[in-house]
């Protein structure tokens, strides 16, 4: 199965306006809130002790993920005032990289003693990302500086941990390194990248060294507990996790590993089966930013990191490559659509680190220490955070957004993501026409198909579908529905969009007896600017007779639904007895929550 990259595809329509915002406001209100914070004067080399803005250990890795944000942007749209930028950077690393190939801002001008001594501190993490960024600014531009000194510190890296095995440890505590060194094998060719990677994967799990190292709550905590091809249960810190697996999927394709790859998918079903929310968003406590257990999905203490969200996204991209079920498309359009995207607001200047699916504002100012997650009250977006992976991360995520729509073999075109797009590939042409994720209606035109045949994804969420009018009668197989086209032509899909009710499972205690409103790939939410009385007190009714209304600057439908306003009363307790009045309930898009000024919200309310 091969992949349709984003520089194969333009955008239109949805995702046309957001790549837009993200090159327009994003990217530079990164750059900017970076530069102010030191970031990018870090990279000078010049910090002293007793001055402000102490270079942090993860700096390397923020830059470089905008640095491959703007990359894929100048790809799509070529802009030389943000490649000066970047090729200020790099002229920064090779004037400052060791003679030996080694890279690292906090290593090499806080502690230059302490290389490679602890597990912990994102050396390998920021070597990763920063290889990343070389192999696609090289993609994007053909100048090779940054890979050749990426590549110089990866033969170091290769040294260190495989050749001498002279680190204090053998596989890194928060993983990245992995899946960058298959990314880097991908553009160079040679197979020592593939190899380096393979080792980092095979040796988790396993070594003594790693073992003994200092760790945090548990040696599961950083997918050390056991060796990756025995995992059954996704655990630990949630980002960690699906990037290890990111690259445990990158390793089976590549390898044909069939035991990395039944690996995956027992991890990819703990996710999507027991341990995410219906946002698509992962990792359900901040101690840890981790998994916790089965079931366990708080709505008010939700982490739900927007990198964890984005990663789990790309860990399901990768898997559609593996194995031709719809339920990867599934849950990385849950992903993208819902919990990655709210992680940027909508004029895509401010960021949530975390996206919880409640919002009490009493409860958070009373409780401000239990509710408090690094220096984000949850309540509404800021422009930069102490620990700023998530804005590079959803900029970078954004501008490759064209990644997710097509793989295809000798055989079939499999169209994953409905867009309004075109794109080209091995001599195909394919354009949609479409207002998804508004509308359910897909227009599709292709030439080139050499007798190949599309294969629709019957989204998750749809009960009802027709191809072109009629009631699709052909094979329909893991969640995709196969048509033949001939060389060229057009097929029209339509997919029933319907408001709808969603309960999860009894397990979920914290959603007993509630439900939550969708409308195709977009979970909704109340707010309480929308509905002036405690949302706690709103019951939506089962039959619903919804309405829906465009909002220009959601670019997204609200919807209006019957429901009730649950009595009040001021006692502690009272005798049970029915007192509810008829009223209308606001939703709109949970991406869209938080935009208009500090608000309650609930996506999960009561239903009677």
């Not at 205690?509 to 939410?525: F, Q």
């Amino acid at each position: 199965m091969q992949a349709v990259t984003f520089d194969r595809v333009k955008l239109g329509g949805f995702w046309k306006n957001r790549f837009d915002i993200n090159k327009a406001v994003t990217i530079p209100t990164v750059y900017d809130r970076f530069s102010d914070t030191g970031r990018f004067d870090a990279f000078k080399f010049e910090w002293k002790e007793g001055q402000p803005k102490k270079p942090h250990i993860f700096w390397d890795s923020d830059v470089a993920k905008w640095i491959e944000a703007v990359a894929y942007t100048v790809t799509l749209c070529p802009d030389k005032e943000l490649e000066a930028v970047v090729d200020g950077v790099v002229d920064l690393i090779e004037k400052n990289q060791g003679d030996d190939g080694y890279f690292n801002i906090y290593y090499t001008v806080c502690e230059p003693e302490n290389r490679f001594t602890n597990r912990m501190q994102h050396e390998l993490y920021c070597a990763g990302h920063l290889t990343e960024a070389a192999v696609a600014y090289y993609k994007a531009t053909g100048k090779d500086k940054f890979l050749r000194l990426m590549q110089k510190y990866m033969d170091y890296i290769e040294k260190v941990f495989i050749i001498e095995d002279s680190a204090s440890f053998n596989t890194p505590g928060h993983e990245e390194i992995e899946l960058a060194l298959v990314k880097l094998y991908d553009c160079t060719g040679e197979k020592k990248y593939l190899d380096m990677s393979r080792h980092f994967v095979d040796t988790r799990g396993t070594s003594k060294k790693d073992e003994d190292s200092p760790y945090y709550i548990s040696h599961a905590y950083d997918q050390t507990h056991m060796p990756v091809r025995e995992m059954k249960d996704a655990t630990g810190h949630s980002v960690r996790a699906v990037y290890l697996y990111c690259a445990m999927a990158d390793l089976a394709l590549r390898l044909g590993d069939n035991s990395l790859l039944d690996a995956c998918k027992r991890l990819f079903r703990s996710i999507a089966d027991r341990q995410m929310y219906i946002t698509g968003g992962i990792g359900s406590t901040a101690y840890g930013e981790r998994f916790t257990e089965d079931y366990d999905l708080p709505n008010d203490v939700a982490y739900s990191e927007t990198c964890a969200s984005i990663g789990l996204a790309l860990f399901a991209r990768r898997m559609s490559l593996l194995d031709s079920d719809s339920v990867y498309a599934d849950i990385a359009e849950t992903a993208i659509y819902n919990c990655a995207l709210a992680g940027v607001s909508l004029s895509g200047r401010e960021f949530f680190y975390v996206n919880p699916l409640e919002i009490n504002l009493e409860r958070h100012r009373k409780n401000r220490e239990y509710y408090q997650r690094r220096d984000n009250l949850l309540t509404q977006r800021v422009e930069v955070f102490d620990c700023s992976c998530c804005p590079p991360n959803i900029a970078r995520f954004i501008a490759s957004i064209g990644d997710f729509l097509y793989t295809y073999d000798e055989n079939t075109v499999y169209v994953h993501h409905y867009f309004e797009s075109e794109a080209e590939f091995d001599g195909i042409k394919i354009l949609q026409k479409t207002e998804y994720p508004n509308e359910g209606e897909v227009a599709l035109s292709f030439s080139g198909m050499g007798g190949r045949r599309l294969a629709l994804r019957i989204p998750g969420w749809c009960r009802e579908f027709k191809v072109n009018g009629k009631s699709f009668d052909g094979k329909t197989v893991k969640g995709y529905a196969f048509v033949e086209t001939g060389d060229s032509g057009k097929i029209d899909v339509s997919f029933k969009m319907e408001c709808r009710l969603v309960a999860a499972n009894p397990e979920v205690e914290a959603d007993i007896g509630r439900v939550a409103l969708c409308r195709g790939p977009l979970v909704y939410c109340a707010e309480r600017v929308d509905n002036p009385v405690p949302l706690n007190n709103l019951l939506v009714s089962p039959e619903l007779n919804a309405s829906v209304s465009f909002d220009e600057k959601m670019n997204a439908y609200t919807v209006e639904a019957d429901g009730f306003e649950d009595g009040s009363f001021d006692a502690l307790y009272r005798d049970y007895k029915p007192d509810f009045k008829p009223r209308r309930i606001k939703f709109i898009p949970y991406f869209a929550f938080a935009n208009r000024g500090e608000s309650d919200m609930l996506v999960w309310i009561r239903v009677k």
